[in-house]
């Protein structure tokens, strides 16, 4: 009998919704966090056998109001709670296909900001590593081994190309 590899696994997402055309990223000032305040992605969890691409387009809609499309993986992010046993693994997507009107949700405000405005001040916790992972080609995946604890790209990206 073989050993037996499997754990519990949280699945999340979050989306970068880029206009190319004003150069700004959708945000998001989420208000029921467990981690430090800040601009973020709109995203959330994906559901019990439900695709994580779907998840993601419908997380999207559901806190935005915006129906997104032609979605490109950028990455993942992943922490761990050793003491529960079990990991958190975050898909990353982006686009610059969307339409509709945007909605304010339940979850935080929403709004337009310019990319270059981003910064370790004004972000969510480990939110820059993940925004390496969102705008360059060269960094895929970044680590925690803390729940919710800072994230650190992994070794062979930390390099910029």
């Keep these: 009998m073989g050993l037996d590899r499997t754990e519990r696994v949280e699945l999340?997402?979050?989306?970068?919704?880029?206009?190319?055309?004003?150069?700004q990223v959708l945000v998001e000032?989420?208000?029921?966090?467990a981690w430090k305040f800040g601009h973020t992605f709109p995203g959330g969890h994906v559901e019990p056998g439900e695709p994580v691409a779907d998840a993601m387009i419908r997380e999207?809609?559901?806190?935005?109001g915006l129906r997104i499309s032609q979605l490109e993986a950028c990455g993942c992010v992943e922490w761990f709670d050793q003491q529960a046993?079990?990991?958190?693994?975050?898909?990353?997507?982006?686009?610059?296909h969307f339409s509709g009107n945007l909605k304010q949700?339940?979850?935080?405000?929403?709004?337009?900001l310019p990319l270059a405005d981003l910064n370790a001040k004004n972000t969510a916790e480990s939110f820059m590593e993940m925004l390496a992972i969102f705008t360059k080609p060269t960094a895929v995946s970044a680590v925690s081994s803390?729940?919710?604890g800072?994230?650190?790209l992994t070794a062979d990206q930390n390099n910029d190309q």
């Excluded at 999340?12 to 150069?23: E, L, Q, R």
């Excluded at 000032?29 to 966090?33: A, E, F, G, N």
């Excluded at 999207?60 to 935005?64: D, I, L």
């Excluded at 949700?105 to 709004?111: R, V």
């Design 29 to 33: 000032d989420k208000t029921d966090v």
């Design 85 to 96: 046993g079990y990991r958190k693994i975050g898909f990353l997507y982006r686009t610059s």
């Design 60 to 64: 999207v809609f559901e806190e935005t």
């Design 105 to 112: 949700g339940d979850e935080g405000h929403i709004f337009w």
């Design 12 to 23: 999340v997402n979050m989306c970068m919704v880029y206009d190319p055309a004003t150069k």
């Design 150 to 152: 800072q994230l650190h």
């Design 146 to 148: 803390v729940m919710n």
